[in-house]
């Protein structure tokens, strides 16, 4: 692990995982990852119990890592992998809050609709993975990171805050870079001492992108069991 992502999602974080598998800080280990190998949510949702799951385990083939669920473990990984540079992806709060709106929190309000509450007690019922991934990110994400208030939109403006506060100070200078994607290669590039690539810095994963997989992201996992 040569690159721990302590940003929060929606901060740029898979543009930024896709830069850094084209800088060679490849494979980035991102919240897609846990849709490509769902056993994985049994592993984090164990963390979040907290029963020991292995970093070098859960980690090992990655070179790098960017948002949740990592993110919400920036602390002990730093620790764990203490040579290890940390990028802390930032923007806007504003703007944030909105992408968190448009996004992750418009795909959690769907949990609470008659529908969603209806296919997740269907995967409770079949021990599939679409009940265990909503456990775990609930886990690890609203309650870990945000108190379980993360729908509370002053709550988030000020977790977010004191995130990027507590991040810089438990952090060294040396070993840390603050990161907007929109600032592009460059800051990027002479934080990790590589080479500026001859392209444009890749932007994926807006609104619109989010929304256009989640349904491919998420219908397999209501019928998959992984565990």
């Known amino acids: 692990m040569r690159v721990i992502g302590a940003g929060f999602g929606r901060t740029g974080t898979l543009s930024l995982k896709t830069a850094l598998e084209r800088l060679g800080f490849g494979p980035c280990y991102h919240m897609t990852e846990v849709f490509k190998?769902?056993?994985?949510?049994?592993?984090?949702l164990a963390i979040a119990q907290g029963r020991p799951?292995?970093?070098d385990a859960l980690m090992g083939g990655y070179r790098s890592c960017v948002d949740w669920p990592a993110a919400a473990y920036w602390r002990e990984?730093?620790?764990?992998?203490?040579?290890a540079k940390v990028l802390l992806t930032v923007r806007d709060p504003q703007r944030w809050l909105a992408s968190m709106n448009a996004t992750i929190l418009k795909q959690r309000g769907r949990g609470g609709t008659l529908m969603g509450k209806t296919m997740l007690r269907l995967s409770s019922l079949l021990?599939?993975?679409f009940a265990a991934f909503t456990k775990m990110s609930g886990l690890t994400v609203d309650r870990r990171v945000f108190g379980g208030r993360m729908s509370d939109p002053e709550h988030a403006l000020k977790t977010f805050q004191a995130h990027i506060e507590e991040v810089t100070a438990a952090i060294p200078p040396?070993?840390?870079l603050v990161f907007e994607v929109r600032q592009g290669w460059e800051p990027l590039c002479e934080f990790l001492e590589v080479p500026v690539?001859?392209?444009?810095?890749?932007?994926?994963?807006?609104?619109?992108?989010?929304?256009k997989h989640a349904r491919?992201?998420?219908?397999?996992?209501?019928?998959?069991?992984?565990?």
């Open 53 to 55: 799951v292995g970093w």
């Open 77 to 83: 990984l730093a620790e764990h992998y203490p040579e």
């Open 197 to 211: 690539p001859d392209e444009p810095f890749p932007r994926v994963n807006d609104a619109d992108d989010f929304q």
């Open 216 to 227: 491919s992201r998420f219908g397999p996992l209501l019928l998959r069991r992984s565990r």
């Open 174 to 176: 040396e070993r840390l």
């Open 127 to 129: 021990g599939t993975d």
């Open 37 to 44: 190998n769902p056993g994985q949510i049994h592993d984090w």
